[in-house]
Each structure stands twice: as structure tokens, then as C-alpha cells.
């Protein structure tokens, strides 16, 4: 019997993990999605990275403490980089990224490009700026296979399945070449390229509905969203430089909650 409680965020990670030889958990804090998913036979061993000494201490007690020291590894790296140059010693066919800010998330895909294309799936549970990882994702040659919500805490978190497919986006737009780029500048790139996107564009990459999601939470969502930016242009005077920014938002909001909520 297990003695551990994946958080419902992981949870609807490892639901939609397939199986796999060889997975890195990268910002693996406790270490558990790993151990659940060796334990239950979804993944052949695994790698559980973590920035900070801490966590990956803990991770380590509980992988000895469930007996799969032959199976889950560690290992103390930001993101990737530790082992960079090493992907023929590490042939990962799967990544789990979670529990962190989305431009930490898709920076950590960025400075190890190697690894990931070489990827069958790479899931991400990240918790901001969602709308720039999608961007990302689709400039760099990613396709999003799905996308799932959960509600935690107070919180609303998506979850993306992808994999590389090879045709990185060459439009003309300043996300020509983007995986060349030192990833300093990419967070201002994606930010510009989303705010000159129109209200329609925009749908594609916020707000996104795939069929078999949670579709409750996500309706959920959208209206605590739209309530929430309906409060703040309220309390905005008429001539605030927010107001556009503001009413746009809100506009992207009801196309997708009128056209994806039944």
C-alpha cells in the first residue's frame, strides 16, 4: 500500500502518461509522479531532476523507501544542463516538466532542444503564460496532441501533452529561427507576437478546448475568468492605457466560452 497522495495537478499528469523506457521528472520535488509511474509499470525506469538539493534529498528516501533505487535515479541540475552534452548516456523518450512557471518550463526545453526533440512525449503541467508556451511550442515544432484542466487549491492548471514533429514555423514573423535564439530574448519575442495577434487569432492559443477534457473545469475557468477581468475593468477610469488590453481580453473569453461551451 502506498503511503503518499499524488496532488489531483499530478494526478491528471500521470493519467495521461503512455508508457515509456526511459522518463526524466524534471522539478521532481518528493519524487512521486516517478515512483507512481514505475511502480505501476507505465514507465521502464526514470531520472528525477531538481534545481535544489532539498527536495531531491527527499525524492531519494522515498525512492529507497519503495524500493526502485535500480529503477528511478536522481539528479541535481537546472532543468537539462548538467548532462547537456550527454544524450547518447541518457536516451530519454519521455519528460515530465511540472510545478513551475511556464517561461522556466519551455527555457528548460529551449537549452536542452537535443533531448527533447528526440522525445516520443513530452507532458508539461505548467503555471503561467500559457498562451507564450503554446506559442512556443508551435514556433519550435511542436504538436500538442491534448490539453486537460484540473482544479486545485483555488487554482486552475492546464496540462499539454506534446511531441516534436520537425516542422518548426517559418512565417516570416519574428519567430523565424527561434530555437537558434539565446533564450533571453524569447520571453519578449512570444509576448510581442501575442499581443499583436487579433482577437481571433488569439482563440488558437489561449483558452484552448480539446475533446475528452475536463470540460466542467473548464467552463469553470472561463467564467471565474471573465468575472474576474469584468471586476477589474470596473474599477478602470475610461481613459486608462489598460482598458484595450483589458477589453480584448475579455473579448478572446466569451468567443471561446461561446464557442466551446455547450
Known amino acids: 500500500m502506498k503511503g503518499y497522495i499524488l496532488s489531483k495537478r499530478l494526478t491528471k499528469v500521470a493519467k495521461l502518461v503512455e508508457p515509456a523506457a526511459f522518463l526524466v521528472d524534471i522539478g521532481c520535488d518528493h519524487g512521486f509522479l516517478s515512483i507512481e509511474l514505475v511502480s505501476n509499470g507505465v514507465v521502464k525506469k526514470a531520472l528525477c531532476t531538481d534545481i535544489n538539493e532539498g527536495p531531491l534529498s527527499r525524492a531519494d528516501d522515498h525512492i529507497k523507501e519503495y524500493g526502485l533505487e535500480e529503477r528511478i535515479s536522481t539528479l541535481l541540475s537546472d532543468g537539462l544542463l548538467a548532462i547537456k552534452d550527454r544524450e547518447d548516456e541518457y536516451p530519454f523518450d519521455a519528460a515530465c516538466i511540472c510545478g513551475m512557471g511556464g517561461l522556466m518550463g519551455i527555457k528548460i526545453m529551449h537549452e536542452a532542444a537535443g533531448f527533447f526533440k528526440k522525445m516520443d512525449k513530452v507532458y508539461l503541467q505548467l503555471q503561467s503564460d500559457i498562451e507564450l508556451v503554446r506559442i512556443y511550442l508551435e514556433a519550435s515544432g511542436y504538436k500538442t496532441e491534448f490539453e486537460d484542466m484540473v482544479f486545485e487549491d483555488g487554482k486552475y492548471y492546464t496540462v499539454i501533452k506534446t511531441h516534436y514533429e520537425n516542422k518548426e514555423k517559418n512565417d516570416g514573423s519574428s519567430l523565424e529561427d527561434i530555437g537558434a535564439m539565446d533564450f533571453s530574448i524569447v520571453p519578449e519575442i512570444l509576448k510581442k507576437k501575442y499581443d499583436a495577434l487579433s482577437i481571433e487569432e488569439s482563440l488558437h492559443y489561449k483558452y484552448n478546448h480539446y475533446d475528452g477534457m475536463d470540460e466542467e473545469v473548464y467552463k469553470d475557468f472561463l ?30 473569453m466569451k468567443q471561446a466560452y461561446s464557442k466551446n461551451i455547450r
Not at 237 to 251: A, F, N, Q, W
Request: proline share 7%; glycine share 0%; aromatic share 10%.
Open 223 to 252: 467564467e471565474f475568468m471573465i468575472d474576474k477581468y469584468n471586476t477589474i475593468r470596473s474599477f478602470l477610469p475610461d481613459d486608462s492605457e489598460r482598458v484595450p488590453v483589458i477589453e480584448k481580453e475579455l473579448e478572446i
